[in-house]
């Protein structure tokens, strides 16, 4: 795993993560998250969605509802309707969603050099490398 961030979470930030989501099409990847998650005792809630668009409707109507927003969010770069980079592209010109503390993972099964290059314009936290492994979410809250 790729990081462009160099923040540090300890043990006790590792806790205080109430929302994740996770945006992919893969059920699987999705579902394996969600367990590795619970392993860790991470995130209260995991919300999922199946690509950007579908994602986008629920932020908005979470934050319509005054519900808590993720502070973790596992985006798939390739996925049908909205994929990873028209998500980001929707997010970052949507003041209503106040998701400039969340930290976002772009997954993929195989980065290309071109896809790098492209999400390094974005405010993500970094890039992992699928499957999502325990190793790689230790990483990821250290």
Do not use: W
């Amino acid at each position: 795993m790729e990081s462009s961030s160099t923040a540090q979470q300890n043990p006790q930030e590792m806790s205080q993560i109430e929302t994740v989501m996770v945006i992919d099409d893969d059920d699987n990847f999705c579902f394996l998250t969600r367990l590795l998650l619970q392993d860790a005792g991470v995130g209260k809630r995991v919300v999922t969605a199946g690509n950007g668009l579908e994602a986008m409707k629920k932020l908005r109507a979470m934050a319509a509802a005054g519900e808590k927003l993720p502070e973790l969010i596992f985006l798939d770069i390739k996925m049908p309707v909205m994929d990873g980079f028209e998500f980001l592209d929707q997010l970052t010109k949507s003041p209503e969603l106040p998701l400039h503390d969340a930290r976002i993972f772009m997954s993929t099964s195989s980065f290309l050099p071109r896809d790098k290059e492209r999400a390094s314009r974005y405010p993500i936290a970094g890039f992992l490398t699928k499957p999502l492994t325990e190793e790689s979410l230790h990483d990821i809250l250290r």
